[in-house]
């Protein structure tokens, strides 16, 4: 076990599956530099600086995939991926099927996203469940170092193309990583962060964090949250989500991106649907508005769910849960 | 002429049958027949909506072909595809892209595959896409990197006059495709694409050259769209005058008109040569017409990889 941080761990992540199979390829927009130890071990054939031109950059990597390799592009900033559309929604997640199963896309694109740097909103746009509502496409996004090491690793060696999308605020956060190169997290497999008996939390990314600290402040009011953390949108792991809410029969997703058909109202349907006798309050969503990400860090901060607003939507669940009051007991002199 | 035959035959049954409408490279045989002659079996082809004749150059069988664009299991997909974007690894013909320009932006992936080992040694990638595609963005990406990483693929742009249903005199700066392509600093070539013979040796000499250096070269071949974008269509958009001059540089009565002054094609021979292809189309619709439709429990097969 070691001590790393996001960006670390990706790294390794790297490192280690391109030392296993030399059909993976690292490519994008300042990788060779960014990612300077890959292409010391590797060599610039399989660690290629890219031009800024994400069409053919995953155009590339999804004809690559068919035809042998296994590339991991970096994208650098999830907004970009708009400009790599076609080739990721049209062509990885479409002409496998299309071609009755004639074709494989094993490849990896990796992106940043989220509040915390004060980029605004065409470096700072949550879309990950844009690509969640893409047939063909397996999309991650972790929270904790070893669990990013772990799924980058499962999706280099995964038949079909995986985003990984990376919380800015979350690159430089540190936490205990496995050693082993055998260390995989399965794609498809939620977390329990923090088992719990009175609200099930549901999260993923930073906003995970964040349901932990409430999840500590509600210990306070008498209130036991189970924290979830996704860890892969697609695919969803139904069921760990909703043994969470047929135990707890209360549930809170939390989400920066925006609410509108996003990951929450996809976990809400899921309890409604599939969990609906086991409700004992209406299933509540906190995420980011519909708008923009601002630049300015009041307005950036003011997006991202707090868990001063987890706390207070939990105790409108719980209104009978009151404050634990602890005995102090006085020493006589 | 098989080819011809096969497409006119769908356009048939599709004005008596029902069936779904396809975009025919009718006019356009002879780049694809002068193309795929230069190339091998090491060779790997990236197509487009517009690709019946390039599958059926390459070896395809007219009865699979003609099953998939009517949507039935023994397609080259399994009925998945239609006739839009047909692939057929057996033949090399990988990764089909009905997204106008699609193909060029997945066609340095394939190439770079072939160039790091991943295809047979000597192996040349060849993107087959029109003057629509031409003007999508990504073709300057793709020819920008293609040239930067020296990569083993051919540019093939069959500027068929026609973008969907819009002349493409309306919609670029410039009369040339290839002078796009002269600017990125790759070798290039403009020919009549309806001269079988001028493609097949323009096309063996660019494979040649990539085969020997490894670098990316363009072929720009000038040819006609004779029937619509998408059948049936009544071309009333066409302009007449120009589609007259081009009928009568129709590419296949071009070569038969150059082997019968030449001596190596008597009439008697093409009569049976007809009744041959006439033959091979009737085969072709029995067998699509009775192939069974995929099985709807089915319907989720495919989507993702084991």
């Known amino acids: ?333 | 002429m098989l080819i011809r035959a096969y497409e006119e035959r769908l356009a048939l049954m599709q004005q008596n049958n029902g069936v779904p409408g396809t975009c025919t490279s009718v006019g356009q045989e002879a780049c694809a027949v002068g193309v795929l002659g230069a190339l091998d079996s090491r060779d790997r082809i990236i197509t487009n909506h517009r690709s019946a004749a390039h599958l059926l150059a390459r070896g395809a069988d007219p009865g699979r072909l003609m099953a998939e664009v009517l949507g039935r299991v023994d397609g080259y997909c399994g009925g998945h595809s239609g006739s839009l974007h047909v692939s057929a690894r057996e033949l090399g013909v990988v990764l089909t892209s009905t997204i106008v320009g699609g193909g060029l932006s997945l066609a340095p992936g394939v190439a770079l595959a072939q160039k790091m080992g991943q295809g047979e040694e000597g192996g040349v990638v060849v993107v087959f896409f029109g003057d629509g595609a031409a003007c999508e963005g990504i073709l300057h990406e793709s020819l920008n990197l293609a040239v930067q990483w020296q990569l083993p693929l051919l540019f093939v742009c069959e500027n068929n006059q026609w973008q969907a249903y819009v002349h493409r005199l309306e919609t670029m700066a410039d009369d040339a495709i290839y002078r796009w392509a002269c600017g990125h600093g790759l070798d290039t070539q403009r020919i009549d694409g309806n001269d079988s013979d001028l493609v097949l040796e323009a096309a063996r000499q660019a494979v040649g050259a990539i085969r020997a250096d490894g670098r990316p070269r363009f072929l720009e071949l000038l040819t006609y769209r004779q029937r619509g974008h998408l059948e049936p269509d009544d071309l009333a958009y066409v302009d007449q005058v120009e589609r007259q001059r081009w009928l009568k540089r129709d590419p296949i009565a071009l070569m038969q008109a150059r082997l019968k002054a030449e001596g190596l094609l008597q009439d008697k021979e093409l009569r049976t040569i007809e009744e041959q292809i006439h033959r091979q189309t009737d085969t072709a619709q029995a067998f699509a017409e009775a192939s069974p439709w995929p099985d709807p429990q089915k319907l989720l097969q495919h989507v993702y990889a084991g």
């Not at chain 1, 980029?119 to 047939?135: C, I, R, S, T, Y």
């Not at chain 1, 069921?239 to 929450?264: F, N, P």
């Open chain 1, 1 to 333: 076990m070691s001590i790393l941080n996001v960006e670390q761990a990706i790294n390794q992540a790297l490192q280690e599956e391109m030392h296993r199979d030399s059909r993976v390829m690292v490519m994008g927009e300042g990788v060779a530099k960014s990612r300077a130890a890959l292409l010391a071990s590797f060599g610039p054939q399989r660690v290629r600086n890219t031009p800024l031109a994400e069409a053919v950059i995953s155009g590339t990597a999804v004809g690559a995939a068919a035809t042998g390799l296994r590339p991991v592009v970096d994208l650098l900033f999830a907004p970009f991926l708009t400009y790599a559309m076609d080739a990721l929604v049209n062509s990885a997640g479409k002409l496998r099927y299309l071609s009755g199963g004639q074709h494989e896309f094993p490849l990896v694109t990796l992106s940043m996203t989220g509040a915390g740097w004060c980029v605004g909103a065409q470096h700072n746009h949550n879309l990950e469940a844009m690509f969640v509502h893409a047939p063909g496409l397996k999309v991650v996004m972790p929270s904790t170092p070893a669990d990013f090491k772990g799924l980058i690793k499962t999706a280099i060696r995964d038949n079909n193309p995986v985003l990984v999308f990376t919380d800015l605020s979350l690159l430089h956060a540190s936490g205990e990583v496995p050693d082993e190169t055998e260390f995989l997290v399965p794609l498809g497999k939620a977390a329990v962060s923090r088992e719990g008996t009175d609200v099930t939390l549901v999260s993923y990314a930073k906003t995970v964090n964040i349901c932990l600290e409430s999840a500590k402040q509600l210990e306070e009011f008498g209130i036991s949250a189970e924290v979830i953390d996704l860890r892969s949108l697609k695919p969803l792991d139904e069921e760990t989500v909703l043994r969470s809410v047929r135990k707890t029969g209360r549930l809170v997703i939390v989400q920066e991106a925006s609410g509108l058909c996003g990951m929450a109202a996809e976990i809400a349907a899921l309890a409604v649907t599939r969990a609906f006798e086991a409700l004992r309050a209406p299933v509540v969503r906190l995420t980011g508005p519909d708008a923009p990400a601002a630049a300015s860090w009041v307005l950036e901060q003011a997006t991202v769910p707090t868990a001063g607003k987890i706390v207070q939507a939990v105790r409108e669940m719980l209104p009978h849960a009151a404050p634990v009051v602890r005995q102090q007991i006085v020493q006589p002199a």
